[in-house]
């Protein structure tokens, strides 16, 4: 399958595609200041090939890269330690030998996260850090294998005091959460989490779903599987100092990390993704 075959179209999923957002949570534009067509077109020349030859692959890919990421890491590779940034700006690391070469969604292949070993993909550029009221979102497929307290999925977050960063993780009841440590107090004091919980018994085990967080510079938004669980409006700053962390959290111990679990398809923005273009990716991605 050639690389060019991904400029083909699909239908209703081409980027920045103006459709209204449900609730003003969702105005972003999906758009990135500066972007041009032809850097799209780029970067949908860059999505690797999979051995399974699954139309969707292709297909979630473009999606995904219509809508502009600032990373995007589909973890095709089958040998370490490179996982490679779909825009070709942002490689990661695989660390602590995780198992590359797993089935993953849309026909892909994903990355296995073994239980107790702390493995877990890295970045270190300061470029996911989103201080202030800076808009982002991720976006990740996950198959947990156990649901225990605490998983974290990914994020910037430090464990040491004081605390900064962003964050999202699921519980050992099935539950989401989007963090963000550092923000402000009215009292004057620094370390403090502001964030949002999705319900219990959303997250499940034994197959893939599909986890979006998102923040305008207004609200905090939770998507489980193509839907929005969860949203709450928050305007306060907070720092971001951190590297990128996929699967586990900075210093973690072992239970904060996956414990056996596979991870797919890890898109970071540095805007909010309309709500839209969620379930869009969720649809082509859905098992």
């Known amino acids: 399958m050639s690389a060019c075959s991904l400029l083909t179209s699909v239908d209703g999923l081409s980027g920045g595609d ?14 990135v200041e500066g972007s041009s067509a032809s850097d799209a077109t ?20 473009k999606a995904v ?36 070469g797993e089935p993953g969604i849309a026909g892909g292949r994903a990355v296995r996260l073994p239980a107790g070993q ?39 977050e430090a464990m040491t005091d004081p605390r900064s960063g962003w964050s999202v993780w699921t519980d050992a009841t099935g539950g989401a ?41 207004a609200s905090m938004q939770v998507w489980i599987d193509g839907v929005k669980r969860v949203a709450a409006n928050d305007t306060s700053d907070a720092p971001d100092t951190g590297p990128l962390m996929l699967g586990c959290r900075r210093a973690a111990l072992p239970y904060q990390c996956i414990d056996d679990g596979l991870i797919d398809e890890v898109a970071i923005y540095d805007h909010a993704l309309l709500d839209t273009r969620i379930v869009a990716h969720y649809t082509l991605g859905k098992p």
Not at 42 to 50: F, I, N
Not at 77 to 88: H, K, L, V
Not at 124 to 145: H, I, R, T
Request: glycine share 10%; charged share 15%; hydrophobic share 35%.
């Open 118 to 156: 702390h493995a877990h993909v890295t970045q270190a550029s300061a470029a996911f850090n989103f201080p202030g009221k800076a808009p982002y979102a991720f976006e990740m497929w996950v198959k947990l294998s156990k649901l225990v307290n605490y998983q974290w999925l990914g994020g910037t």
């Open 42 to 61: 780029k970067a949908a020349d860059s999505v690797t090939a999979t051995d399974a030859a699954d139309p969707r692959f292709e297909a979630y890919g």
């Open 65 to 100: 890269l219509a809508d502009t990421p600032l990373a995007y890491w589909r973890f095709e590779e089958t040998s370490p330690p490179t996982a490679r940034d779909e825009r070709g700006l942002h490689d990661a690391v695989y660390t602590l030998a995780p198992s590359l």
């Open 18 to 31: 103006g459709s209204p957002a449900d609730d003003a949570s969702s105005s972003s534009d999906g758009g």
């Open 177 to 217: 959460g989007y963090e963000v440590w550092g923000a402000a107090l009215t009292d004057g004091g620094s370390t403090q989490r502001r964030g949002v919980v999705a319900p219990p018994s959303l997250m499940v085990t034994g197959q893939f779903q599909h986890v979006v967080t998102s923040y305008n510079g």
